[in-house]
């Protein structure tokens, strides 16, 4: 190496050092500063470092002006055009960074869908950005659900404060009577008695078996059980309430049952089919028809069905029907519970206060099942999907 070649290498060495020096104490100053103008720090450093080096070296070499004047334009372009790329590209970081700011200021606050994140922003920024919108939609669907919860708990409180309230006026009413000796069949009064005294311990088991559903108690000892011999002992017991009503019960069921078993506890089981047939009676018209199906599915689940003749729910209800609380009858709404005088609280298999299907979603849930209610023609189907019972049981 030359020595001329030594002096340009060793004045450019010093000229960077003393730039990135510069340009590095700028830095710091800036620290706190926009991204933008750290990003313009940044492009110039190395460009002023050029430049000062060129200029050391053009001197040393004795170049003439004419080329010393192209190099130094040459230079003075490439650095107004990388201050320019880098004022655009902190522009984009800034705006994009802003938006970022302002969607986690709203977050949890607001939960309103947010503006699409532009187009410009840097693909990490976007990301980030995305994964924030859908934090966002996961807080908005636990806002809904939480709004929904605190709906049913009023309407739950509304329900049954009218339906242990109207029963306890009857036994007041009663009790009175036989106290001052106006009531002259004292024995018919007494199975009265005895009936509302079973209607409200109704109440009271369904609001107990609820709050044990939701508690997730620890699982049960649960064997196999014929979905098939449930429904026809759940058809069987109903019957009777089936003729009262002016309603016909019918079943069908394969003859295959070894291939409609679940595992679960048989009791739970009953009970929530019990509501959804309870349910279905209630609300057929006389005339009407009642069925329960037992049928497996193509993925082999089984699937126990019960369609009545309702008329339908409307849409909008649909999604609220095994919410705890919820009625399908219009004259029970929260605001008009305490007005109605009807003795008969219960709601006959469905549930006291609405919780015969709130329920019956529980227990299903808890066996790693689904259930489910769409709109047939001339009413609705309640279905039951469980998991058949494991090839090793």
Known sequence: MNK?????????????????????????????????VTMIVVAL??????????????????????????????????????????????????????DLGERLRQLGTSYEPAEEVGRAAPA????????????????????????????????????????????????????EGLEDGVIDDVPGALRQMRTTVDRMTGLVDDLFELSRLSAAPPPRRRSAVSLRELAED???ENNEHARAEGVRLAVST????????????????????????????????????????VDRETDGRVRLAVTDGCGGIPADDLERVFDV??????????????????AGGAGGASGGGGLGLAIARGVVESHDGKIAVSNVAGGCEFEIDLPPVPAHS
Do not use: C, Y
């Open 45 to 98: 450093a190395p460009m002023a470092a050029a430049l000062a080096a060129v200029l050391q070296s053009v001197r040393a070499m004795f170049i003439n002006d004419h080329d010393s004047w192209v190099v130094l334009w040459t230079l003075a372009f490439a650095a107004l055009l990388g201050l320019g790329l880098s004022v655009l590209l902190g522009h984009w970081i800034s705006t994009a960074s802003r």
């Open 234 to 236: 759940v058809a069987g």
């Open 4 to 36: 001329d070649m030594a002096t340009i290498l060793a004045l450019t060495t010093l000229w960077t050092l003393i730039v990135a020096a510069v340009g590095a104490a700028v830095l710091w100053q800036f620290r706190r500063r926009s991204l933008r």
């Open 124 to 175: 990490e920024l976007s990301a980030l950005t995305v994964e924030l919108e859908l934090t966002r939609q996961k807080l908005a669907a636990s806002h809904e659900r939480e709004r929904a919860l605190e709906t049913s708990r009023r309407e739950l409180v509304a329900f049954m404060s009218h339906d242990l309230r109207t029963p306890l006026a009857g036994l007041r009413a009663v009790s």
């Open 325 to 342: 609380g919820w009625r399908g009858d219009e004259q029970r709404t929260p605001e008009t519970a305490a007005a109605t005088g009807s």
């Open 254 to 293: 394969p003859d295959d049952d070894d291939r409609l078993a679940v595992q679960g506890d048989p009791d739970e089981l009953t009970r929530a089919v019990t509501n959804l047939v309870g349910n279905a009676i209630r609300h057929t018209a006389p005339g009407g028809t009642v069925t329960l199906a």
